[in-house]
Nanobody
Framework: QVQLVESGGGLVQAGGSLRLSCAAS????????MGWFRQAPGKEREFVAT????????NYADSVKGRFTISRDNAKNTVYLQMYSLKPEDTAVYYC???????????????WGQGTQVTVSS
């Protein structure tokens, strides 16, 4: 079992930066592929970024490539999402997720956090 708690969301002006953190509990964190997703009001949840358990492989949505960076610290059981050049369209609730297994990118995610709100003002 893995429990996930996101933090770091908030209100930022367009062009600004934020770093989201996701703290995980559970002995298997270092073997989980981790991902970030987001859901804007009235829209479906969408994939943002994912990172393999070893940190050696990452994947990003086209909409955030070059602006967002996913990373992880297995010693701290934490995954991060560094967001630069934020745009109003990045406004959403951001969710952290963990996937069991070693398929990359994962087909499904097994554990989800509660989410953290990111609001980008124009």
């Amino acid at each position: 079992q893995v429990q996930l708690v996101e933090s770091g969301g908030g209100l930022v002006q367009a062009g600004g930066s934020l770093r989201l953190s996701c703290a995980a509990s559970g002995r298997t964190f270092s073997r989980n592929t981790m991902g970030w997703f987001r859901q804007a009001p009235g829209k479906e949840r969408e994939f943002v970024a994912t990172i393999y358990w070893s940190g050696g492989r990452t994947n990003y949505a086209d909409s955030v490539k070059g602006r967002f960076t996913i990373s992880r610290d297995n010693a701290k059981n934490t995954v991060y999402l560094q967001m630069y050049s934020l745009k109003p369209e990045d406004t959403a609730v951001y969710y952290c997720a963990a996937a069991r297994g070693f398929v990359f990118p994962p087909r499904t995610y097994d554990y989800w956090g509660q989410g953290t709100q990111v609001t980008v003002s124009s």
